[in-house]
């Protein structure tokens, strides 16, 4: 049987901002409304009772589950600093490669994100020449003092989806060509745990890699919009 995972940020004592949008992801991961995941409230008690003594500024409620139902939960006070990130590689996946549902089997995606050099830098994937995501979240990036999104993630995360509704930011197709070329000059890396503008890096030779050794020289020359 088919395994997935949830990762929920819980904030504030026990608020779930993305309650919602989680919920309405299990929904359309199953095709069905699970009596097991339905509501807010069944969050807010797997919640209260695998809370850790530990206090926390925020959680992160993961959860494990398939149409069987909820396999693992687990709570952890959120101590992971996404500003440490320093550096994006372009990584290209397989043009048949899909996750499109948050699965627990995450081969591929771990087997990047193992192979990098240090845990300051991230796999910036790209399929067909597009951007789609990185290894653990989705991307933002600012033109014109606008944020967009690529428009063919592999998966659609829980705060993109709010983000998009709210207009935040669009969707727009993001090449690597252009992205090279300087028509982005930041990008914030955003997933159900770290919301817009927590982690954003300048695009520059410095911080974008084409390969391993290879940095992006044509930055330097890009006009900054």
């Excluded at 991961?29 to 206090?55: C, H, I, K, M, Y």
């Excluded at 709210?166 to 745990?193: D, F, H, K, Q, Y």
Aim: net charge negative; glycine share 6%; with cysteine.
């Amino acid at each position: 049987m088919i395994r997935y995972i949830e990762t929920i940020s819980v904030e504030r004592g026990e608020a779930i901002p993305l309650a919602a949008y989680h919920l309405r992801r299990v929904r359309e991961t199953l095709g069905e409304e699970p009596d097991f995941l339905r509501s807010e409230g069944q969050l807010v008690r797997l919640f209260r009772a695998n809370r850790p003594a530990e206090e926390a500024e925020q959680y992160k409620l993961r959860l494990v589950y398939s149409a069987a139902g909820i396999e693992e939960v687990s709570v952890t006070p959120y101590t992971y600093d996404i500003r440490r990130v320093r550096r994006l590689r372009l990584v290209e996946l397989p043009g048949d490669y899909r996750y499109d549902r948050k699965y627990l089997d995450r081969e591929l995606l771990d087997r990047i994100a193992a192979s990098l050099p240090d845990h300051e830098t991230v796999a910036l994937l790209t399929q067909g020449g597009r951007v789609t995501d990185t290894t653990f979240t989705n991307v933002c990036l600012r033109r014109d003092g606008r944020w967009e999104t690529p428009d063919r993630p592999l998966l659609e995360g829980t705060r993109r989806r709010s983000y998009l509704d709210a207009g935040t930011m669009s969707a727009v197709p993001v090449s690597v060509s252009e992205l090279l070329a300087g028509r982005w000059r930041e990008i914030s890396l955003i997933n159900a745990m770290n919301p817009l503008g927590r982690m954003t890096l300048p695009i520059t030779s410095a911080t974008l890699l084409v390969s391993p050794d290879e940095p992006s020289e044509s930055l330097d020359e890009a006009p900054v919009e």
